[in-house]
C-alpha cells in the first residue's frame, strides 16, 4: 500500500534561517507532489507541484523553493524565513492521471 | 473550476441531529469533485469523490454528497452527527485531474 511521510511535524525557527521539510512517497511510481500552505483559518493554498522529477511549477511568488531530487521525495525549502512564513505546511500526493489527493500528516512551522 | 466557495466558515449542530455543509463551484467544463476531512493538527483525508455516473455519492464516516449540475453544487450531508464529526471539512474540484481548486473550509462544530 502506499503511504506518505511528511517530517518534522513541528518546527520553531528564527527570522533568517533556512527552512527544509521533507517529504516521501513509498509504494507507487512517478506520482504527482504537491506542497501546500495553510495558514490559520484559511483554506489550502497550492505553492508548487511536481509532475515529475527535476519538475517543479510555482503557483505563488514567494520566500520558499521546492527541489524534486527523487521521483518519491519532494522538498521544501528557504534561505532565509520570514515570520509570514509560518503556517501549517502540507505534503501530498496523486497517482498518475488521477485527481484524488493523498496527505501527510503536515508540518506546524513557527517563525519566531 | 474558477473558484470554489464553501458558504459557511462555521457550523454548530447537536450531536445525534442532521447536517449539511454547502458547496458551491463555478465552471464551465466537466468537473471532478471532492471533500476531504481535517482533524486538528493532522493531514487530509478524503471522505468521497464524484467522478462520473450517479450524482448520489457515498463516503466514509456515514457521510454523503449530492452532484447538482444545473446549481453547481456538491453539498456534503450526514443524517446524524457525533461529536467525533469535530473537524474541518474542505470541498475541493478539479477540472484538469492534475489541480485541486479548494474552498476555504467549513469548520463542524458538534454540541453536546
Known amino acids: 500500500s502506499q503511504t506518505i511521510h511528511q517530517w518534522p511535524a513541528t518546527l520553531v525557527q528564527p527570522v533568517g534561517s533556512p527552512l527544509s521539510l521533507e517529504c516521501t512517497v513509498e509504494?507507487?511510481?512517478?506520482?504527482?507532489l504537491y506542497w501546500y500552505r495553510q495558514a490559520a483559518g484559511r483554506g489550502l493554498q497550492l505553492l508548487f507541484y511536481?509532475?515529475?522529477?527535476?519538475?517543479i511549477s510555482s503557483e505563488v511568488p514567494q520566500n520558499l523553493s521546492a527541489s524534486r531530487p527523487q521521483d518519491r521525495q519532494f522538498i521544501l525549502s528557504s534561505k532565509k524565513l520570514l515570520l509570514s512564513d509560518s503556517g501549517f505546511y502540507l505534503c501530498?500526493?496523486?497517482?498518475?492521471?488521477?485527481?484524488?489527493?493523498?496527505f501527510g500528516q503536515g508540518t506546524r512551522l513557527t517563525v519566531v | 473550476a474558477q473558484s470554489v466557495t464553501q458558504l459557511d466558515s462555521q457550523v454548530p449542530v447537536f450531536e445525534e441531529a442532521p447536517v449539511e455543509l454547502r458547496c458551491n463551484y463555478s465552471?464551465?467544463?466537466?468537473?471532478?469533485l471532492f471533500w476531504y476531512v481535517q482533524y486538528p493538527n493532522q493531514g487530509l483525508q478524503l471522505l468521497l469523490k464524484?467522478?462520473?455516473?450517479s450524482t448520489l455519492v457515498k463516503g466514509i464516516n456515514g457521510f454523503e454528497a449530492e452532484f447538482n449540475k444545473s446549481q453547481t453544487s456538491f453539498h456534503l450531508r450526514k443524517p446524524s452527527v457525533h461529536i467525533s464529526d469535530t473537524a474541518e471539512y474542505f470541498c475541493?474540484?478539479?477540472?484538469?485531474?492534475?489541480?485541486?481548486?479548494w474552498g476555504a473550509g467549513t469548520k463542524l462544530i458538534i454540541k453536546p
Open positions: 475541493a474540484v478539479s477540472e484538469d485531474g492534475y489541480q485541486l481548486i
Open positions: 465552471s464551465s467544463v466537466s468537473v471532478y
Open positions: 464524484y467522478l462520473s455516473g
Open positions: 509504494g507507487t511510481s512517478n506520482p504527482n
Open positions: 511536481s509532475v515529475g522529477i527535476g519538475q
Open positions: 501530498a500526493w496523486t497517482p498518475p492521471g488521477r485527481t484524488e489527493a493523498f
